[in-house]
């Protein structure tokens, strides 16, 4: 008979190489990243032990305790009391303890042995404790906790073995009759001589040499420094974007070209008509002018991967928060809304870290005004067609001091709509308190990198291919449709249904300076932003008719005055034009009225700031 | 151990200038005036390792009004308040 499939549950203290162990054991590509709090989710995965035993194996946020102070430790906990509706207890759960750095974990797992399940100590993160000279008496350990201990090193090839084994032989002898649970959550006495004892076995069990990592200290007297810190700060972010601009643009001309010569080629092969059109302007045009951005998003998520492996993120949260405090945000609001600069999607999940309920909402709320990937096309596109490229004080790119520009009225205004959130909620007038980790600094692994960025540009090809393609074919079949009656004149599009819709939304948006073709882009464009640039290269293609292959940048820089393109910009900052960022919204805070909100007070910024910015542009002559 | 050990007064780490290092007396979560009850404060701390007779150092400070704080507790890193620090009486 078959051994029925073995459940493996990964519990630890955060940051101590859970999901690296997970991602080790199952071949997945869970994100890992070196600051406490990456993992907000339970995450199932299978493997084959080397005896075959079949094993489900669920990786978890990590926690210092069982006792849920935060969504995401919330889940832990459920999981190994078992309340978790539908789920089976795990009948062994492995313990992960980052080697460097024991004392919290052994704490938790005199904890977790209270629940009664079957446990392994995973000393994680061996090689580094060794390079440091850290020494752990492994077998004197298992004995004085009581619990079988193995080492592993869950990012080197092999460095799992020993822990497959020890799996084996545990797995064949594991009882099956339950196990009493005599977990409660720990008094304050309790705790403090749960610790007591986890420091009398590590003093037993574990020799550490005196000296922290030096080089962590090195880098920490710079990163840290009260004013240091700050400057260094704000010339990575200025370097990020400045890069985003600059070093991407040899790539994207190449993307570019080929895009080019494949609108010639169709145009040369296929016969006028509807076919030729719908592949020109349709797909080339409207699918291919997203796609050209491709290496500007891989150079942003280059960045912060970097920064996240590396472990700088933690660092920014100490730096910013007492000023994200004066606008009433948590300094660990700050590793969120840096994640929401590539997708608001995984920062608004990432915000479970934050144990206070109203400033959870609070980040969740403006986490969508931080600039992410999906704004880069349309603020690049608008940008290369109106900005000059020349050099300001001869080594600024103006164009990228204008993207530099548009992420930091982002993070501003995102900090003064917390300010009013804060003043109109009468949030407590004592801050919730900050404590994080500052995990020691590892060299960013090459792996992990490039998986990372692969699965990145993967999603948003496979974006491109399916939510932009669906809606340019929609685009598309608007604005060819119907088709003008014999013998009239004018551009074939001003008889389409996308110029009967978009000229009965022209009125609202007249006053910011939109014509109707944004208008008819702007629809679109709610499903995802870049649609919207998608959209403009379809419907400018098909005005322009078969003999304009011209780029969508430069048809809006004749089509376009300026006044209409900064409106435009402005409007992006703040428009709520993602429709699956609303829905995580709605899933994180359980409630279609913060969605709702969300929605309205970005819909109102929006509008508010492209009126100003149109009507003074237009003043000062830019009409 | 305390009296000779005792020759530093007693003092709330949230106090202490960059560079101070000392060994944590007890925890006092009543005087921090936190956000948090005193129950959870004084757990939280402990999660963390801010037990009786754990060294501590503080490592770096913020630029407003010197907060946060980075502390080494033996061999990790922790960032907090100045306000919650108050709670952590060291000598
Ligand atoms: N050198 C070395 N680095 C490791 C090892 N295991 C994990 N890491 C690194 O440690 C960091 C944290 O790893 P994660 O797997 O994200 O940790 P986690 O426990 O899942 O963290 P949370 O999800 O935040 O609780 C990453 O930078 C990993 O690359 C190891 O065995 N050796
Ligand atoms: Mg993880």
């Known amino acids: 008979m078959e051994a029925p499939l073995l459940h493996l549950a990964l519990v630890g203290t955060p940051n101590s190489g859970k999901t690296s162990l997970f991602n080790a054991l199952t071949g997945s590509r869970q994100k890992v990243a070196n600051y406490p709090g990456v993992t907000v989710e339970r995450k199932e995965g299978f493997f084959v032990t080397p005896l075959g035993r079949q094993v489900s194996v669920v990786d978890l946020p990590g926690t210092y305790s069982l006792r849920g102070r935060s969504p995401d430790e919330e889940i832990t906990r459920d999981f190994v009391l078992g309340k978790a509706s539908g789920e089976t207890l795990p009948d062994l759960v492995l313990c992960v303890a980052d080697s460097t750095n024991l004392r919290l974990t052994i704490r938790l797992l005199l904890e977790l042995k209270r629940t009664g399940r079957p446990m392994i100590l995973v000393l994680n993160m061996f090689d580094i404790a060794s390079r440091r000279g850290i020494t752990v008496d492994v077998k004197r350990l298992a004995k004085e906790l009581g619990v079988p201990v193995v080492t592993s090193i869950a990012v080197r090839k092999g460095g799992t073995a020993d822990l497959l084994k020890l799996t084996d032989e545990i797995s064949a002898a594991l009882a099956a009759e339950p196990v009493e649970n005599s977990w409660r959550a720990l008094g304050v006495s309790e705790l403090r001589a749960t610790q007591r004892e986890a420091d009398r076995i590590i003093a037993d069990c574990v020799s550490l040499p005196a000296r922290p990592d030096t080089w962590t200290a090195r880098i920490d007297a710079i990163v840290l420094h009260p004013v240091g810190g700050l400057i260094v700060l704000a010339l990575i972010l200025f370097v990020m974007f400045q890069a985003v601009f600059a070093w991407a643009q040899p790539a994207m001309e190449l993307l570019k070209s080929g895009f080019d010569s494949l609108g010639e080629l169709v145009q040369a092969t296929l016969p006028d008509g509807l076919l030729q059109s719908f592949l020109q302007n349709g797909v080339i045009s409207g699918v291919g002018s997203v796609i050209v951005f491709l290496p500007q998003i891989i150079l942003i998520f280059l960045f912060i991967l970097l920064l996240e492996d590396f472990g700088y993120m933690a660092r920014a949260a100490f730096l910013m928060d007492r000023i994200m405090g004066g606008a009433g945000l948590h300094g660990r609001a700050f590793i969120p809304l840096l994640s929401s600069f590539a997708c608001a999607i995984p920062g608004i999940m990432a915000t479970r870290v934050i144990d206070n309920k109203r400033d959870r909402l609070t980040t969740i709320l403006i986490a969508p005004l931080m600039t992410c990937s999906a704004r880069i096309p349309v603020y690049t596109l608008i940008i290369s067609a109106f900005i000059p490229a020349r050099d300001v004080w001869g080594f600024i790119n103006l164009q990228g001091l204008v993207m530099f520009g548009l992420y930091a009225a982002g993070i501003i205004s995102a900090l003064l709509v917390s300010f009013v959130i804060k003043f109109f909620m009468l949030r407590d007038f004592v801050p919730a308190p900050f404590m994080l980790e500052l995990p020691d600094y590892k060299m960013p692994r090459l792996k992990s990198i490039v998986i990372g960025i692969y699965t990145r540009a993967k999603m948003f090809l496979q974006r491109a291919g399916t939510t932009i393609f669906s809606m340019m074919v929609l685009i598309w079949f608007l604005a060819s449709f119907p088709q003008p009656p014999a013998g009239a004149t004018g551009p074939a599009i001003e008889f389409s249904l996308a110029a009967m819709i978009g000229k009965a939304l022209e009125p609202l948006l007249a006053p910011v300076g939109f014509n109707w073709q944004i208008a008819v882009a702007l629809i679109p464009g709610m499903a995802a932003r870049e649609v919207a640039v998608a959209a403009l290269g379809t419907v400018y293609a098909i005005e322009g008719g078969s003999e304009a292959v011209e780029q969508i940048g430069q048809v809006l820089a004749t089509k376009w005055s300026l006044a209409t393109a900064l409106s435009m910009l402005a409007w992006y900052i703040f428009a709520p034009q993602c429709a699956s960022t609303l829905a995580v919204i709605r899933r994180e805070t359980g409630s279609w009225a913060w969605m709702g909100a969300t929605f309205a007070y970005m819909l109102v910024l929006a509008y508010a700031a492209s009126l100003v910015t149109y009507n003074v542009a237009v003043a000062l002559g830019a009409g | ?91």
């Open chain 2, 1 to 91: 151990m305390t009296d000779t050990t005792d020759t530093r007064s007693h003092m709330p780490l949230g106090l202490a200038q960059r560079g101070y290092t000392g060994v944590i007396q007890h925890l006092a979560a009543k005087e921090a005036g936190s956000a948090l009850s005193d129950v959870e404060l004084e757990s939280r701390l402990i999660e963390l390792g801010f037990v009786e007779g754990a060294r501590v150092e503080i490592l770096h400070e913020g630029l407003v009004g010197r907060d946060p704080i980075a502390v080494r507790v033996d061999s990790t890193t922790i960032a907090v308040r100045r306000r919650e620090a108050m709670a952590i009486i060291v000598a």
